[in-house]
């Protein structure tokens, strides 16, 4: 007979969901109703939830920190940047739309990537040391590519990504009733339950690791070192 191993101490993680639907609050967003799930189980084990619905949000169109340097009159996406760098965990969540990522997903994933070249005080590219993962809903497939799009874009700007980063409700095919419409199924289903269980707590014993050993390893990857000259070990044979 195995034991249950004891639950792990999550307090001190911060997280971080952006929910990219294209409904401005208050109207009610499927995309919400399961990352609602998600949200109760860190706040259940300590971790401190932020939550932003990027469509309430006058964030400009571009891939720079600060698009009002560039000739937009607004851009509120500096000050949410901030809030998403004071966090060790970021899901990105939203609805699929013509078996794809929302509009609004892939203008958060470019202003993300406008601060990809910015480094941390390692020198490493400044998402290093923090995990990402993706929360999806809709009425057809398309909910793995959705995925895949968003976990590369996650890793290639420096997040770490866990086993089972991904979870997602998809209905039947054609017009249908959606993740929170009564007799969907959705709330009830145990594949997605379960699924949503694991992508939060790997995220949270990532997160957790990374930060008990100071973030992620800096040898190998220090841009600034890079620049200065050094190769750490890098050979480049002439070929003939």
């Known amino acids: 007979m195995t034991t249950s191993p004891a639950a792990p101490d999550f307090t001190g993680l911060k997280a971080m969901f952006i929910n990219c639907t294209l409904k401005r609050s208050p109207e009610m967003s499927n995309t919400q109703g399961l990352v609602d799930r998600s949200v109760a189980l860190m706040r259940g084990n300590g971790v401190d939830v932020d939550q932003i619905r990027a469509v309430d949000h006058d964030i400009a169109v571009g891939v720079r ?23 060790d965990i970021l899901v990105l969540a939203g609805p ?19 601060y990809s070249g910015v480094l941390n005080d390692h020198g490493q590219y400044a998402y290093y040391g923090r995990v990402g993962g993706c929360l999806l809903t809709g009425n057809e497939d398309g ?98």
């Open 65 to 87: 920190p600060d698009m009002t340097e560039y000739g937009w009159d607004t851009d509120e996406w500096p000050a949410l940047l901030e809030r998403v760098l004071a966090a």
């Open 143 to 240: 909910v793995k590519h959705c995925a895949m799009n968003i976990l590369y874009s996650l890793q290639h700007i420096g997040y770490t990504i866990p086993p089972q980063a991904d979870a997602g409700w998809m209905g039947e095919a054609g017009p249908g009733p959606s993740y929170l419409d009564e007799g969907s199924g959705g709330p009830e289903n145990d594949f997605v339950n379960r699924n949503t269980t694991f992508l939060t707590y790997n995220l949270m014993h990532l997160a957790k690791l990374l930060k008990s050993v100071g973030g992620f390893p800096a040898y190998g990857n220090q841009r600034s070192e890079w620049d200065a000259g050094c190769d750490f070990g890098y050979s480049n044979p002439e070929y003939r």
């Open 96 to 114: 699929v739309w013509l078996g794809d990522n929302s509009s609004v997903m892939r203008h958060v994933i470019e202003r993300l990537y406008g």
